[in-house]
C-alpha cells in the first residue's frame, strides 16, 4: 500500500466521522487520469448500442418527433452533468449519488436512493448482454437463425468476458474500454461520411405530422436508457489521480459527447431509410446499413457489438461500485466490500453478473418467464431517470440549504444561482416525465408495467425501513471538509435517520 500511496499526488486523508464502525481498510487503486476518464464516459452510454436498441421502438412510438423527444430529454440530462461536476467536487465517493443524499439530504433518503440506484443499473444489465450474443451469432452465422442455448451461450460468454476487465483492476479496464471505444469512434465517422455522400441517392421525404403527445413522453422515458452512462466518471472517483479535479469534467464530455454521436447518426438513419422500415425494427442501424452498403451487414455488426460489450461491463462497473461502497459503510453485506489483490471490489463483480447471468438464463430459457421478465427489464429507464431525478433534488437542497459535513455542525449553503434554476428545472422536467411514464408506459412496454413499478418502489420504501439500523454515518474518503469554525451560522434542520 505504501508504494501506492507515494504514487498519489493529491491528498487522500481518510476520516472517520462519529458512527462509523470500522477501521478503513485497503483502499481502490488511484489510476484513472482525465485521458481516461472521458472515453470511459462516452463509451458507458454506449451511443452505436443505444441507436441499434431503441431506435426501432423510437421510430415507432413518434416518427420524426423521434428528434425533438430526445433534445427534449438532453436538456435535463446535460445538466445533471454539470450538477454532478460540482458534487463530485465536494464528495469524491465510489459509492457517487447514493453517498451525496446522505452528506446532504440524509441518511433515509439515501438509502431509498440506494434501492433505486441498484433497480436502474442491475436493471440494464440484462439487456445489454442478450444482444450482444445475438449480435455476436449474427457477425459469425449471418444466415442462419440462433436457436436458444446458442444465444444463452454468446450471452454468457459476454457476462463472463466483461468481468475479465473489471477484476484485472482500473487500469486494463480503461485500456480495453479505448480499444473498443476507438472502433466505434472510426466507425461513426466513416458512416457519417458515407451517409452523407448517400444523402442525395437515399433521401426520404421528412414528414413529422401531427405531435404523437403519448410518443413523444414515451420516447422521452426510454431516451433515459441512452443519455445515461456518463456518469461512471463519478463512481471512478475514488480510483482517479485527481478526484476532485477529474470527476465531472468527462462526464459532461460523456453527454455532450453521445448527443454529438445522436445528432449525427439519427438524423442521417431517419433521413435515408423508409419510416415504415424502421419502425419496430430490432436494429434499425442493421437496416440503415443494408442501404448504405448493400450485403456488407458486418460493417456495422463490429462498431454496434464493440459498443454493446463495452457499455455492458462499464454499467456493470457502476453497480459494482457503488454496492462496494453500500458494503464498506455496512448497507448491504460488508463482503461487498472485500478487495482482491488488485484492490478491485471482487465480490460485487461476481455476485452483479452472476445474478444478470441467473436473469439471461431465466429469461431465455423459461418461456413462462420471459414475458415478465421482458416487463421488468424495460423498466431500467424509468428507475435510470428516478435516479437522476433524485440526484438534482439532492442538488437543489445542496445549493439552496447546505449539507452535512459533520453530525454536530450546521448546514453550509453553497449558492450557484444559475446551477440553481437548472436543477430546479431539471427536476421538474423528469418528474414529469416519471408521471407520465405511468399513463403511457403501458402502451409502449405491456400491461402490468405500472404494477410491477408500484411494486418496486414500494420494496424500496421497505428496504429503507428494514436497512435503518444497518447504515452508519457517510464513509468520508477524501477529507476535504473546512475547519468547523469555518463554517457559517446556519441553522440546522433535525437530523434524519
Known amino acids: 500500500m505504501a508504494a501506492v500511496h507515494r504514487a498519489q499526488p493529491e491528498t487522500d486523508c481518510v476520516r472517520r ?14 489510476h484513472f487520469r482525465l485521458r481516461d476518464l472521458v472515453p470511459l464516459s462516452v463509451s458507458s452510454v454506449g451511443p452505436m448500442f443505444s441507436v441499434a436498441a431503441t431506435g426501432g421502438v423510437m421510430a415507432a412510438q413518434a416518427g420524426w418527433w423521434t428528434l425533438p423527444a430526445i433534445a427534449i430529454l438532453a436538456v435535463p440530462f446535460v445538466t445533471s452533468s454539470f450538477v454532478f461536476r460540482l458534487l463530485n467536487r465536494h464528495f469524491p465517493h465510489a459509492g457517487a449519488s447514493y453517498h451525496w443524499s446522505a452528506r446532504v439530504v440524509g441518511r433515509g433518503i439515501s438509502r431509498y436512493q440506494a434501492w433505486i440506484l441498484i433497480l436502474a443499473y442491475f436493471l440494464s444489465i440484462p439487456p445489454i448482454a442478450i444482444p450482444a450474443g445475438s449480435y455476436t451469432f449474427q457477425l459469425l452465422f449471418p444466415h442462419a437463425q440462433p436457436s436458444t442455448p446458442l444465444s444463452l451461450g454468446f450471452s454468457v460468454f459476454w457476462l463472463c468476458f466483461a468481468a475479465l476487465p473489471l477484476l484485472l483492476g482500473a487500469r486494463p479496464t480503461a485500456r480495453i474500454t479505448q480499444v ?20 442525395p441517392h437515399l433521401e426520404v421525404p421528412v414528414h413529422f405530422g401531427a405531435p404523437p403527445i403519448g410518443g413523444i413522453l414515451i420516447v422521452a422515458v426510454i431516451a433515459a436508457t441512452i443519455l445515461d452512462g456518463w456518469e461512471i466518471d463519478s463512481y471512478a472517483a475514488e480510483e482517479s489521480v485527481r478526484p476532485r479535479a477529474d470527476p465531472g469534467i468527462g462526464g459532461i464530455v460523456g453527454a455532450i459527447g453521445a448527443l454529438v454521436f445522436y445528432a449525427i447518426l439519427y438524423p442521417l438513419m431517419l433521413a435515408e431509410t423508409p419510416m415504415h422500415s ?13 442501404r448504405l452498403v448493400p450485403g456488407a451487414p458486418w460493417l456495422m455488426l463490429v462498431p454496434v ?3 454493446t460489450a463495452g457499455g455492458l461491463w462499464l454499467t456493470s462497473y457502476i453497480l459494482t461500485r457503488s454496492l462496494y461502497a453500500m458494503g464498506r459503510e455496512n448497507l448491504l453485506s460488508r463482503r461487498l466490500a472485500t478487495l482482491n489483490h488488485r484492490h478491485v471490489p471482487s465480490t460485487a463483480v461476481v455476485m452483479v453478473l452472476g445474478s444478470a447471468m441467473v436473469v439471461v438464463m431465466l429469461q431465455l430459457l423459461v418461456t413462462s418467464l420471459t414475458s415478465f421478465f421482458s416487463l421488468v427489464l424495460g423498466a431500467a429507464g ?38 440553481t434554476i437548472a436543477a430546479v428545472a431539471s427536476s421538474v422536467m423528469m418528474g414529469g416525465l416519471l408521471v407520465a411514464f405511468f399513463a403511457y408506459g ?39 471538509d473546512p475547519p468547523a469554525s469555518t463554517l457559517a451560522g446556519v441553522a440546522r434542520p433535525d437530523r434524519m435517520s
Do not use: C, K, N
Open 278 to 290: 424502421l419502425a419496430g425494427s430490432v436494429d434499425p442501424l442493421a437496416v440503415w446499413t443494408q
Open 382 to 419: 424509468f428507475f435510470l431517470l428516478a435516479e437522476f431525478f433524485l440526484d438534482s433534488v439532492t442538488a437543489i437542497v445542496f445549493l439552496t440549504v447546505g449539507h452535512r459535513r459533520l453530525p454536530d455542525v450546521a448546514l453550509q449553503p453553497h449558492a450557484h444561482r444559475v446551477l
Open 180 to 199: 473498443f471505444f476507438a472502433v466505434e469512434l472510426v466507425s461513426l465517422a466513416g458512416f457519417a461520411v458515407l451517409g452523407v455522400i448517400r444523402l
Open 305 to 307: 457489438l464493440a459498443s
Open 442 to 480: 403501458p402502451h409502449a412496454i405491456g400491461h402490468g408495467i405500472d404494477q410491477i413499478l408500484a411494486v418496486l418502489l414500494g420494496m424500496g420504501v421497505l428496504f429503507a425501513w428494514r436497512t435503518r439500523h444497518r447504515s452508519v454515518t457517510p464513509y468520508v474518503v477524501f477529507d476535504d
Open 17 to 30: 466521522e462519529p458512527g462509523l464502525t470500522a477501521e478503513p481498510g485497503p483502499r481502490l487503486a488511484r
